[in-house]
C-alpha cells in the first residue's frame, strides 16, 4: 500500500577508486619463477642433449628442479588453498618429498656414493656414467632445511619456517661468496664439505625467497611490510647490511688478485671497513629515529593543542547548554503566570460578561484563549527538549511490544468514532531506557494518528524489520504524508512541514525523539509520499 516503502534504505556505499598503478605481488611472483626455474632445469637434465651441460653447471640437476617444483608447489597450495584439507594433505606429501630428496642427499657423502633421483633417472634413461663421489654436505642440509621449512608453514608455524628459510639463504650465501672469491674446486680442510656449486646455491636462495614471501606480513619478514618506524628502518638498512660487505670481499678479492696489497693487509683492512660500514649504519639509524621522534613530538604537541582547544569547545558548549538551559527554564516558569494570567482574564470576560460581549470580541477572546493554551504546550515541549541532554538513560531489557500497547491504549479516546486499522508486527525485545522508548512510541504513533486523521480508512502500521544484522522498528501511516524534499527539516526544533490550521501540534516532538534515539546510539529517518503516507524507522544502536 502507498506509504510503506519495501525495505529500509540501504546504506550508502562507497566505491573504492582504482589504483592507477597495480603492485607487483612479491608471493606470486616468487611463486612464478621458482615453478619455472624448477621446470627448466629438469627438462634440461632428462634431454640427452643438454644433460651432460646442466649437470655440470649445477651438478644433481633433476634434484633441484624436483625441489624447486615440489617447493613451487607447495607454496602455490599454501596461497590458494590455505586451510583446506585435501589441499593440505598434498602439500604435505610434497614437503616430505623434498625431505626424501634432503635425506639421499645427505647420504651419498656419508656412504660414498651418488643415490640421487638424477642418477638413476639418468642412467635408466641410457645416460652416461655417474661422473663422481659427492663430498659436500651443504645441498643435503639445505634441502632438509628446505623440507623442514614446508612442513613448519603448512603447520602454520610461520616464525619457524622463516629462521629455516634464512638458514638455507645463509649457507647459500656462503656459497656463492666462496666461489666468487675462488675457484669452486679449491679449498682445504672442511670446505670442501661444506661448500656448493654457484648454481646450485642461486637455486637454494631461489627457493628461500619463495618461502619468505610466502608470508610476507607475518614473523620475521613482517617487520619490512609494516607501517611503523621499524619498518621504516629495516627497509633502509637491509639492503645496505646485504649490500656494503658484498662489496667490500669482492674490493678485497680484486685487491690481493691484482696484487694491490696482501693477504695480511686485507685481513687488517677488512674489518677496518665493516666497522666505518657500521659506524655509518649506526650513524644512520640514529638519523631516522631522530626524524621519528622530531615528528612524534611535533605529534604529540599538535594533539595536545587539538585537546586544548577541544576542551575549550567542550567548555564553550556547556556554557551555552547551560545558557540553553537557563532561557529554556525562564520561558516555563518566568512566563507561565503572565499565560495564566491572559487566558484567566480572558475566560473571566467570556463567562461574566457574555451578555454584553459583541460575537467579534468573544471570537477574538476564544482565539486569545487557543494561542495562550498552544503558548503553554510550546513552553512544555521546549522545557522537555532541554531536559533530555541532562536525564540520565537507565538502559535495560524492554519489549516493545508492550509500550505500544501501553501507548495505544493511553491514547484510545482520540480515536474514539474513527475507522481506523491499527497493526502490530513483531517487536522484538531491545535494550533502551523504559520511559525514553515510551515517548518514542508516544510521539510517533501520535502523529501517525493525527496525519492519518482525514483518511476515510486510516491505517497505522507498527513493526520492525532486519537490515544488515539491525533491528530496525518503523512506524507507519497511510495519512497526508509530505515532501521528501523537505525532509531534513523533519526533527529540527519547532519546524513543521504541515499548517497549524491543518493540523495541531508545536513542530517539537520529532526532535525529542531523534534526540532520545542518539543518546541510545541510534538514528531515525523517514519515507514518505504527499497523500499517500509515510513511514518512520528507527534504530537503538
Given at each position: 500500500?502507498?506509504?510503506?516503502?519495501?525495505?529500509?534504505?540501504?546504506?550508502?556505499?562507497?566505491?573504492?577508486?582504482?589504483?592507477?598503478a597495480?603492485?607487483?605481488?612479491p608471493?606470486?611472483?616468487?611463486?612464478v619463477v621458482?615453478?619455472?626455474?624448477?621446470?627448466?632445469?629438469?627438462?634440461?637434465?632428462?634431454?640427452?642433449?643438454?644433460?651432460?651441460?646442466?649437470?655440470r653447471?649445477?651438478?644433481?640437476?633433476?634434484?633441484m628442479g624436483?625441489?624447486?617444483?615440489?617447493?613451487g608447489?607447495?607454496l602455490?597450495?599454501?596461497?590458494?588453498?590455505?586451510?583446506?584439507r585435501?589441499?593440505?594433505?598434498?602439500?604435505?606429501?610434497?614437503?616430505?618429498?623434498?625431505?626424501?630428496?634432503?635425506?639421499?642427499?645427505?647420504?651419498?657423502?656419508?656412504?660414498?656414493?651418488?643415490?640421487?633421483?638424477?642418477?638413476?633417472?639418468?642412467?635408466?634413461?641410457?645416460?652416461?656414467?655417474?661422473?663422481?663421489?659427492?663430498?659436500?654436505?651443504?645441498?643435503?642440509?639445505?634441502?632438509?632445511a628446505?623440507?623442514?621449512?614446508?612442513?613448519a608453514?603448512?603447520?602454520?608455524?610461520v616464525?619457524?619456517?622463516?629462521?629455516l628459510?634464512?638458514?638455507?639463504l645463509v649457507?647459500?650465501?656462503v656459497?656463492?661468496?666462496?666461489?666468487a672469491?675462488?675457484?669452486e674446486?679449491q679449498?682445504?680442510?672442511?670446505?670442501?664439505?661444506?661448500?656448493?656449486?654457484?648454481?646450485?646455491?642461486a637455486?637454494?636462495a631461489?627457493?628461500?625467497?619463495?618461502i619468505?614471501?610466502?608470508?610476507?606480513?607475518q614473523?620475521?619478514?613482517?617487520?619490512?611490510?609494516?607501517?611503523?618506524?621499524?619498518?621504516?628502518?629495516?627497509?633502509?638498512?637491509?639492503?645496505?647490511?646485504?649490500?656494503?660487505?658484498l662489496?667490500?670481499?669482492?674490493?678485497?678479492?680484486?685487491?690481493?688478485?691484482?696484487?694491490?696489497?696482501?693477504?695480511?693487509?686485507?685481513?687488517?683492512?677488512?674489518?677496518?671497513?665493516n666497522?666505518?660500514?657500521?659506524?655509518a649504519?649506526i650513524?644512520r639509524?640514529?638519523?631516522?629515529?631522530?626524524?621519528?621522534?622530531?615528528?612524534?613530538?611535533?605529534a604529540?604537541?599538535?594533539?595536545e593543542s587539538?585537546?586544548?582547544?577541544?576542551?575549550?569547545?567542550?567548555?564553550?558548549?556547556?556554557?551555552?547548554?547551560?545558557?540553553?538551559?537557563?532561557?529554556?527554564?525562564?520561558?516555563a516558569?518566568?512566563l507561565?503566570?503572565?499565560?495564566?494570567?491572559?487566558?484567566?482574564?480572558?475566560r473571566?470576560?467570556?463567562e461574566?460578561?457574555?451578555?454584553?460581549?459583541?460575537?467579534?470580541?468573544?471570537?477574538?477572546?476564544?482565539?486569545v484563549?487557543?494561542?495562550?493554551?498552544?503558548?503553554?504546550?510550546?513552553?512544555?515541549?521546549?522545557?522537555?527538549?532541554?531536559?533530555?541532554?541532562?536525564?540520565?538513560?537507565?538502559?535495560?531489557?524492554?519489549?516493545?511490544?508492550?509500550?505500544v500497547?501501553?501507548?495505544l491504549?493511553d491514547?484510545?479516546?482520540?480515536?474514539?468514532?474513527?475507522?481506523?486499522e491499527?497493526?502490530?508486527?513483531?517487536?522484538?525485545?531491545?535494550?533502551?531506557?523504559?520511559?525514553?522508548?515510551?515517548?518514542?512510541?508516544?510521539?510517533?504513533?501520535?502523529?501517525?494518528?493525527?496525519?492519518?486523521?482525514?483518511?476515510?480508512?486510516?491505517r497505522?502500521?507498527?513493526?520492525?524489520?532486519?537490515?544488515a544484522?539491525?533491528?530496525?522498528?518503523?512506524?507507519?501511516?497511510?495519512?497526508?504524508?509530505?515532501?521528501?524534499?523537505?525532509a531534513?527539516?523533519?526533527?529540527?526544533?519547532?519546524?513543521?512541514l504541515?499548517?497549524?490550521?491543518?493540523?495541531?501540534?508545536?513542530g517539537?516532538?520529532?526532535a525529542?525523539?531523534q534526540?532520545?534515539?542518539h543518546?541510545?546510539?541510534?538514528?531515525?529517518?523517514?519515507?514518505?509520499?504527499?497523500?499517500?503516507?509515510a513511514?518512520?524507522f528507527?534504530?537503538?544502536?
Amino acid at each position: 500500500m502507498p506509504g510503506f516503502p519495501a525495505s529500509v534504505p540501504p546504506n550508502r556505499r562507497v566505491r573504492a577508486s582504482r589504483p592507477d598503478a597495480v603492485a607487483i605481488d612479491p608471493t606470486r611472483l616468487l611463486i612464478v619463477v621458482v615453478m619455472a626455474v624448477g621446470t627448466l632445469v629438469v627438462v634440461a637434465a632428462l634431454l640427452p642433449g643438454s644433460r651432460d651441460a646442466v649437470d655440470r653447471v649445477l651438478g644433481r640437476p633433476v634434484d633441484m628442479g624436483a625441489m624447486l617444483l615440489l617447493t613451487g608447489s607447495v607454496l602455490f597450495l599454501d596461497r590458494r588453498a590455505r586451510g583446506r584439507r585435501g589441499a593440505m594433505a598434498a602439500a604435505t606429501v610434497m614437503a616430505l618429498a623434498v625431505l626424501g630428496l634432503g635425506a639421499l642427499a645427505l647420504t651419498g657423502p656419508v656412504i660414498g656414493d651418488d643415490i640421487s633421483i638424477g642418477r638413476y633417472l639418468i642412467d635408466l634413461d641410457g645416460g652416461r656414467a655417474f661422473r663422481g663421489v659427492p663430498r659436500s654436505f651443504a645441498g643435503g642440509v639445505s634441502l632438509l632445511a628446505v623440507a623442514a621449512a614446508l612442513l613448519a608453514l603448512i603447520a602454520e608455524r610461520v616464525r619457524a619456517a622463516q629462521m629455516l628459510a634464512l638458514l638455507v639463504l645463509v649457507i647459500a650465501m656462503v656459497g656463492l661468496l666462496h666461489n666468487a672469491y675462488y675457484e669452486e674446486n679449491q679449498g682445504i680442510g672442511i670446505t670442501p664439505y661444506v661448500n656448493m656449486r654457484s648454481t646450485s646455491a642461486a637455486v637454494f636462495a631461489i627457493a628461500a625467497l619463495g618461502i619468505l614471501a610466502a608470508r610476507q606480513r607475518q614473523a620475521i619478514v613482517g617487520i619490512l611490510f609494516g607501517e611503523n618506524a621499524g619498518t621504516e628502518v629495516a627497509r633502509r638498512l637491509v639492503p645496505i647490511v646485504i649490500v656494503v660487505p658484498l662489496a667490500l670481499g669482492w674490493l678485497r678479492y680484486i685487491g690481493q688478485s691484482f696484487g694491490l696489497f696482501d693477504v695480511a693487509f686485507a685481513a687488517a683492512l677488512f674489518p677496518v671497513a665493516n666497522m666505518t660500514v657500521m659506524l655509518a649504519v649506526i650513524w644512520r639509524v640514529s638519523a631516522i629515529l631522530n626524524r621519528v621522534g622530531q615528528e612524534r613530538r611535533q605529534a604529540r604537541l599538535a594533539l595536545e593543542s587539538g585537546n586544548a582547544e577541544l576542551a575549550r569547545s567542550a567548555e564553550e558548549l556547556r556554557l551555552a547548554n547551560a545558557e540553553l538551559e537557563a532561557f529554556a527554564y525562564t520561558v516555563a516558569h518566568d512566563l507561565r503566570a503572565p499565560l495564566r494570567a491572559i487566558d484567566g482574564f480572558s475566560r473571566v470576560l467570556m463567562e461574566d460578561h457574555a451578555g454584553t460581549l459583541e460575537a467579534e470580541a468573544a471570537r477574538l477572546l476564544g482565539v486569545v484563549r487557543r494561542n495562550t493554551v498552544r503558548m503553554g504546550n510550546l513552553m512544555d515541549d521546549l522545557l522537555a527538549f532541554s531536559r533530555l541532554s541532562r536525564r540520565p538513560i537507565n538502559k535495560r531489557a524492554v519489549a516493545p511490544a508492550a509500550i505500544v500497547t501501553r501507548v495505544l491504549d493511553d491514547g484510545a479516546r482520540e480515536r474514539e468514532g474513527r475507522d481506523l486499522e491499527i497493526a502490530i508486527g513483531d517487536l522484538p525485545e531491545c535494550q533502551a531506557d523504559f520511559a525514553l522508548l515510551t515517548q518514542v512510541y508516544a510521539n510517533l504513533i501520535g502523529n501517525a494518528v493525527k496525519y492519518s486523521s482525514k483518511k476515510a480508512a486510516a491505517r497505522i502500521d507498527i513493526g520492525s524489520r532486519q537490515e544488515a544484522g539491525k533491528t530496525v522498528y518503523f512506524v507507519a501511516d497511510n495519512g497526508a504524508g509530505f515532501d521528501m524534499a523537505h525532509a531534513a527539516k523533519l526533527f529540527g526544533v519547532f519546524q513543521r512541514l504541515h499548517r497549524a490550521d491543518e493540523y495541531d501540534g508545536t513542530g517539537v516532538g520529532l526532535a525529542i525523539v531523534q534526540r532520545i534515539l542518539h543518546r541510545h546510539g541510534g538514528a531515525i529517518w523517514a519515507e514518505a509520499r504527499v497523500g499517500e503516507g509515510a513511514t518512520f524507522f528507527f534504530t537503538l544502536g
